[in-house]
């Protein structure tokens, strides 16, 4: 039986989650995948550290962290001051990237990603950032190392897009995809069907959890911008920044146009757009009214929807519907697995 | 450079797509994936057969085909009567069996992969009855004889439904599925919306090639009942024949309910489900008035959908838009990677 040493770096909803799932999943890896798993650090930037060779309970670490003490506690060997000299020393297997994603340089998660190959570690992560800002550079350092630089949870949470372009669908001509990959803007939308002004639904976003304190990075788009800019870099090899997507977010739209839509069974939807037309990729997030007859119509609440058109398959949708803290830490979870499995 | 000998049995319109896309994909199956393959047999019930060991030019075959000529011109050796023996003689790497689907013994295919796999072949097939009749006892031959039976194109043409299960989606309880997975009862239900009577929709389906002269395959669900089956015994791990599955097909929908549901902003679909409710398996194909909040709503023409309830995903929907035979013929094409690559 292998064992495989974890460390956590941010211990937010999706790192707990995704703590709870190991445990939770724990008869099945070692029977099904021959592995078990234990996690030996946690670096947060507010919550302390705390590393423990022998492992650290889970449970015992979320209810620290949940009374807003310090994980300190939990150490069995003195922690370094410092993220960088946290993961250098903890000797971990595989680290995990789970600090708030930074639209414009990916940064400090990079750096960590970076120094876990370095290690020799396999390095996971749900945050857009790195994807975008680092890419090649950290798949590329991943080969050399004979290491895996995973992020199936940084699009659409744990549903499977990137593997599923890794195993799946070998040998296909990606020419465009469309989607809708904003949950509170599509949430905020749909408040507003329902009646509610464009501030009010923002409020209530912010207040069941969806929005942060400052909404912008999704009502203005940049939330879509940069999942457009993740799956045009890796998968149509496009490699794409947040700031060069055609980017409209959603203040313009207004109760008259969510009733007019209505009326004509159709729906105003933040939609994601990337097409190749020639050698050129056009990529665009923008309102667009969606028709009763799209999937896009019916992609309500939090869920989000993508469909990649290719030289093979005309038209192949991914719905995935209700996700939350778990539905990401998944993505985690079966990142560590393939990571596992396929060396 | 590997090279891979294929052999065909069956030659209708997804093989001959499949031999087209073949060499559409050449260079990219020896650069990126480094084999190459060439088509060593062909054999069918109708049209003759060919063994050519130096390969078989996929263009001259469909020409013969189209013309209601002989494939027996293109052989270069002697060319056994029976596909039995042709199997047996032929030094083949990949056995592709596409003959006709068999709902009710999967046979004379499953008789063909056994061979095939007996040979030490890789054994891949779009056929259905297969999977239903003989999916344990296949996978179970092939892990002896450390080859691959696959099947993607079964179920939704090459969307990928089983690979994802296999791949990307590890250590998932799947509690249950639902889908609109027979094309051709959506089709002739969209035909009735648009005012067509079922008996002028049904002659309409036949004459666009979707139904077969006798179309009770389609319209009493028995098509869907076996992809039900198929979907049951390999994802959820529950054998199940298509008898097993409670069936109502599309006779019973008038004009008139078509009307009314229309009037209410919903639709008729065929409708599969599959629910574990304790350690039993509940499995239905009925039509069901679908509201447009749904995806199901959306999946039109000869469109498809299915949708997977697990733990740890709440709803993860595929969807197949626009299919062809290309699209079948791409399954395979994947089936063919992902068993040289996985060995």
Not at 204 to 216: I, M, N, R
């Amino acid at each position: 039986m292998q064992e495989k040493k974890i460390i956590l770096i941010g211990f937010g909803n999706v790192a707990r989650a995704f703590s709870r799932l190991l445990t939770a999943k724990q008869a099945l890896l070692q029977t099904q995948y021959g592995f078990s798993t234990h996690i030996i650090g946690i670096a947060t930037a507010h919550h302390g550290s705390a590393l423990a060779p022998e492992g650290i309970d889970a449970e015992a670490a979320i209810a620290l962290v949940s009374a807003g003490q310090s994980l300190d506690s939990l150490s069995t060997q003195p922690v370094p001051a410092s993220i960088i000299d946290l993961i250098r020393t903890s000797r971990a297997d595989v680290l995990f990237e789970n600090s708030p994603v930074n639209h414009a340089t990916g940064q400090p998660a990079i750096e960590h990603l970076r120094l876990g190959l370095e290690c020799g570690m396999d390095v996971i992560t749900a945050n857009k950032g790195p994807v975008v800002h680092a890419y090649r550079e950290l798949t590329d350092l991943a080969l050399s190392q004979k290491r895996r630089f995973l992020f199936e949870s940084a699009v659409m949470d744990g549903a499977p897009i990137f593997s599923l372009f890794r195993g799946p669908l070998p040998a296909i001509e990606v020419k465009g995809f469309s989607g809708v990959l904003n949950s509170t803007t599509n949430f905020i939308l749909g408040l507003m069907e329902q009646g509610m002004s464009f501030d009010a639904a923002v409020k209530e976003s912010q207040a069941v959890g969806l929005a942060e304190t400052d909404p912008s990075a999704d009502i203005d788009g940049w939330d879509a911008a940069i999942k457009v800019a993740a799956l045009a870099t890796v998968i149509l090899g496009q490699p794409l920044t947040p700031e060069q997507v055609d980017r409209t977010g959603i203040r313009g739209i207004t109760a008259e146009m969510i009733r007019s839509a209505q009326q004509a069974d159709e729906r105003w939807k933040l939609v994601c757009r990337a097409q190749r037309v020639g050698d050129q990729l056009l990529t665009k997030v923008a309102p667009e009214r969606v028709k009763a007859d799209t999937p896009f119509y019916s992609i309500n609440g939090s869920s989000s929807y993508v469909q990649f058109e290719t030289d093979v398959l005309p038209g192949l949708g991914i719905v995935e519907s209700n996700p939350g803290p778990t539905t990401t830490a998944y993505g985690l979870l079966a990142d560590l697995i393939n990571a596992v499995r396929h060396g």
